[in-house]
């Protein structure tokens, strides 16, 4: 299928999927007379696996070494765990600092009093 149907099916913008290809995460299976970029099923499943990975918030790296693991029948379970495991905890110590600037935030909303006065105190903690 042309890279228009693929993007499509995979749920990316076609740029997205050339720019996966520039980078040698995925390439076209072959191309056709005119020149167009053309994708197998194999293709097609990578840009699927890249997309989850990528909505995990895998780096390029990161998909690239999983996108090797997936192909390599030989893998094992444990260098796949390793690399999730590290993006769950950085996921955690993201939800930490979240928790922290809501507790925060609110905590200077629920202050100002939201009247016709100046005074404020979230413009006084930003400034």
Do not use: W
């Not at 076609?14 to 072959?30: D, F, M, N, P, Q």
């Not at 070494?65 to 999730?84: N, P, W």
């Amino acid at each position: 299928m042309n890279i228009s149907a693929a993007s499509k099916l995979v749920g990316l913008p076609v740029k997205t999927v050339r720019y996966y290809s520039e980078i040698g995460l995925v390439e076209a299976s072959s191309r056709s007379d005119a020149g167009y970029r053309i994708y197998n099923d194999m293709a097609v499943r990578k840009l699927m696996f890249i997309r989850r990975s990528r909505s995990f918030g895998f780096t390029i790296e990161e998909c690239r070494e999983l996108l090797s693991l997936y192909q390599d029948q030989g893998r094992s379970s444990a260098q796949v765990k390793l690399i999730a495991s590290k993006r769950l905890a950085e996921i955690e110590i993201k939800q930490l600092e979240l928790q922290s600037l809501h507790k925060e935030l609110a905590h200077l909303v629920k202050a100002c009093r939201g009247d016709h006065r100046p005074d404020c105190p979230i413009i006084d903690y930003l400034g």
